[in-house]
């Protein structure tokens, strides 16, 4: 009974994500991927900051004594941010999402393989394979208009955020 | 009809690239995670992420602003991080609950996918409505079955 409230909170959690996303790239389509992505990472950023420290308190943590590269993470997020901004009025929400996904999941199994080996072998190249057919199927798929060219008659001006 | 096709191929192409440049961005946040706490490992990335973003934006936009602003777009799609927040939130519970980091994973994935393909079928948050064709969803369920094979084992 309890699990049920969980996993419709974590179902409920993807929607959201879903959202999330759509929006920025919508919001994309006006001020570029780029600044899209700054909005969201100020937005995320002043949401989080409101609420983070009153709700978990600051951690016990030596904030000097964390190696520098990780916070090269927030670097990469700003990228993949614009990259996704990029790519889901061109292809489609469902289309961006689901391969993004294949990506995300593929490449982390390889991470998993170099830190610690353990991996199940056979799942994971069934996995695989049945991701670049997944690819292939979709490269030969007919796409209608770019969402970016109905976003470009919509608007007089070509504005990059002015 | 080839060129959209070759468009395809490249936005597909940058999409699964860009799926793993998450990978990395998770696994990097993972680390900075176990130091501080999940909510405050998303906090320090989204600071960070801010200049990161701004940077990437005045680079690639050429444009003099201050601030990547359009009036002509919707209010509502400014505050779209807003909800990012929110996820933290809830990832954060669920993943601390009875079904574990597993089962979060695979439903956040299994409701995202299902949201991002009705918000193409409905045309919602001003996104263009879009045809599902059988071949669409083959690649789903090649892709989905893929990824859930490799997180469940």
Not at chain 1, 8 to 23: K, M, Q
Not at chain 1, 28 to 55: E, I, K
Request: net charge positive; hydrophobic share 55%; proline share 4%.
């Amino acid at each position: 009974m309890n699990s049920l409230v969980f996993i419709s909170l974590a179902l409920f959690n993807g929607f959201l994500i879903a959202g999330v996303r759509v929006t920025n790239a919508k919001l994309g389509m006006y001020v570029s991927a780029a600044g899209a992505s700054f909005w969201n990472h100020l937005t995320g950023f002043l949401a989080l900051a409101l609420t983070v420290p009153w709700l978990l308190g600051v951690p016990d943590a030596d904030f000097n004594g964390i190696p520098f590269y990780l916070y090269l993470g927030g670097l990469l997020g700003a990228v993949y941010i614009a990259v996704n901004n990029t790519v889901i009025p061109s292809i489609g929400a469902g289309r961006s999402t689901v391969i993004v996904i294949a990506g995300q999941i593929m490449f982390g199994a390889l991470l998993d393989f170099a830190g610690t080996g353990m991996t199940a072998v056979l799942p994971s190249f069934l996995g695989i394979t049945l991701v670049v057919l997944g690819m292939w199927v979709g490269y030969r798929a007919k796409l209608g208009i770019p969402a970016v060219a109905i976003a470009q008659q919509e608007r007089p001006d070509s504005a990059n955020g002015k | 009809m080839e060129g959209i096709s070759i468009k395809n191929t490249y936005y597909s192409t940058t999409a699964l690239a860009s799926g793993a440049l998450l990978a990395l961005a998770i696994f990097l946040n993972g680390r900075l995670a176990v130091r501080l706490s999940p909510a405050w490992s998303s906090l320090v990335v989204h600071f960070v992420g801010i200049f990161g973003s701004w940077f990437l934006w005045r680079i690639l936009s050429r444009s003099g602003g201050l601030l990547p602003y359009s009036s002509y777009v919707p209010r509502w799609a400014y505050l779209g991080g807003l909800g990012g927040a929110v996820i933290v939130f809830f990832a954060n519970t669920t993943v601390n609950s009875v079904i574990g980091l597993v089962g979060s994973l695979s439903l956040m994935i299994l409701g995202f996918a299902v949201f991002a393909i009705l918000i193409d079928i409905n045309g919602w948050l001003g996104m263009p409505k879009r045809h599902i064709s059988p071949g669409d969803l083959l690649q789903v369920l090649c892709l989905m079955s893929g990824s859930f094979l490799i997180i469940l084992y």
